[in-house]
Every structure is written in structure tokens, then in C-alpha cells.
T-cell receptor, first 117, second 116 residues
Framework: AQSVAQPEDQVNVAEGNPLTVKCTYS??????LFWYVQYPNRGLQFLLK??????LVKGSYGFEAEFNKSQTSFHLKKPSALVSDSALYFC???????????????FGTGTQLKVEL | GAVVSQHPSWVICKSGTSVKIECRSL??????MFWYRQFPKQSLMLMAT?????????EQGVEKDKFLINHASLTLSTLTVTSAHPEDSSFYIC????????????FGPGTRLTVL
């Protein structure tokens, strides 16, 4: 069974400071990893994904994430946080069907990011 | 990224009535569509997966006769909550994914259902 852990319910950071939202995963075969952001009463917006290739993935709004196979992690980062980045962030994993993974995305429990002035 | 729309964005209905929620992929063909339910301050719970032209596959614990899913075309899926009750009140989110195995899943904006 595949799973995702987001160990922090909330992350607080000052505007202009770097931010990190943590994510670790467990999946059969090669992982497909995703980050989504959710604003209040809205659906999920896609930020970035890792399928293969460079471990550092760049996405929307200046976000990036680093895939670390040995630590089974896919932490989301941004060099300089903005107040408008305040939202709920979800990490998700799906297995590679060709290597025994499933068809479904499994989500973490979400991390509330709060960026303050 | 690709766009998925949902209609209505919110609905209030009386207990015992049925409600239909539409999910459309606007600029891509969604071979597979997913329906999720989200409770306040919680993660998304997958309800069912549907492939175009096939019957939906429901997750354990989800009543297929209560949550009817139709995926009639590559751009439209519908979720009908039959004989709704207050405990069905929730935020329902759909998503679509294209044919490729590495394709991203794109989400709709969600539908807030309140059953009185």
C-alpha cells in the first residue's frame, strides 16, 4: 500500500524567508510525486511533479521540490515566501503502473502554511 | 495547466432529494476521472474512479447506489447524490487525468453540498 506523511500540520514563516514543507512517501516501484495547493473553499491547484530525471523540480509560483530517493522524501521549498503563499499544501504519490504501482493518488493530510509580515 | 470545471459550485437541498454535480475537463480529454470528498480541515478521500465508457470503481465503504457516477464522454463526468441526507453534506471535488501514464491529475474547484 502506498502512503504519504506530512509531519507538520502547520508551518509558520516570515515573509521573505525561505520555506520548507516536508513530505515523505512509501510506494511500490518508481514513485510519481506531486504537490498541490488549496486555497479556502477551492479545489486543488497543481504546483509541480516528479516523474523522472533531475531530482530538483521547479514548479509554479517559484516553488520547487527535491526528490530524495534514499530518504523517500519530496520536500517543497521556496527561497522567499510571500503572504499570498499562505494556503493548505498537499503532497501526493502514485506508483508507476509499469513497476507495480497503482492508478490512484494517495494524499498526505496537508500542511497549513502561514506566511506573516 | 489544464482546466477542470465543476457545476454547481455550491448547492443547498432538502433531505431526501437528489443532487447532480457535473465535472468537465475544458481543454483536455480526461480518460480517467476521480471523485473525492473532503471534510473540514481534512485531506481528500477518494470515493470512486471512472474510466470513460466504463462503470466506476468505488472505494471501500462508498455506497455505489447512493453516489451514482457517470462518465459518458472524455470531457464530462457526473456525480449524483441520491436521497441526500445531512451527513452527505461535504465538499465534493472531481479531477481528471489524460491517457498518458505520467499525466498529471487536474482538479475542479469543488462543490459545497449542504443538505438541510
Amino acid at each position: 500500500a502506498q502512503s504519504v506523511a506530512q509531519p507538520e500540520d502547520q508551518v509558520n514563516v516570515a515573509e521573505g524567508n525561505p520555506l520548507t514543507v516536508k513530505c515523505t512517501y512509501s510506494v511500490s516501484g518508481n514513485p510519481y510525486l506531486f504537490w498541490y495547493v488549496q486555497y479556502p473553499n477551492r479545489g486543488l491547484q497543481f504546483l509541480l511533479k516528479y516523474i523522472t530525471g533531475d531530482n530538483l523540480v521547479k514548479g509554479s509560483y517559484g516553488f520547487e521540490a527535491e526528490f530524495n530517493k534514499s530518504q523517500t522524501s519530496f520536500h517543497l521549498k521556496k527561497p522567499s515566501a510571500l503572504v499570498s503563499d499562505s494556503a493548505l499544501y498537499f503532497c501526493a504519490v502514485r506508483g508507476d503502473i509499469l513497476t507495480g504501482g497503482g492508478n490512484k493518488l494517495t494524499f498526505g493530510t496537508g500542511t497549513q502554511l502561514k506566511v506573516e509580515l | 495547466g489544464a482546466v477542470v470545471s465543476q457545476h454547481p459550485s455550491w448547492v443547498i437541498c432538502k433531505s431526501g432529494t437528489s443532487v447532480k454535480i457535473e465535472c468537465r475537463s475544458l481543454d483536455f480529454q480526461a480518460t480517467t476521472m476521480f471523485w473525492y470528498r473532503q471534510f473540514p480541515k481534512q485531506s481528500l478521500m477518494l470515493m470512486a474512479t471512472s474510466n470513460e465508457g466504463s462503470k466506476a470503481t468505488y472505494e471501500q465503504g462508498v455506497e455505489k447506489d447512493k453516489f451514482l457516477i457517470n462518465h459518458a464522454s472524455l470531457t464530462l463526468s457526473t456525480l449524483t447524490v441520491t436521497s441526500a441526507h445531512p451527513e452527505d453534506s461535504s465538499f465534493y471535488i472531481c479531477s481528471g487525468r489524460g491517457r498518458g501514464s505520467t499525466d498529471t491529475q487536474y482538479f475542479g474547484p469543488g462543490t459545497r453540498l449542504t443538505v438541510l
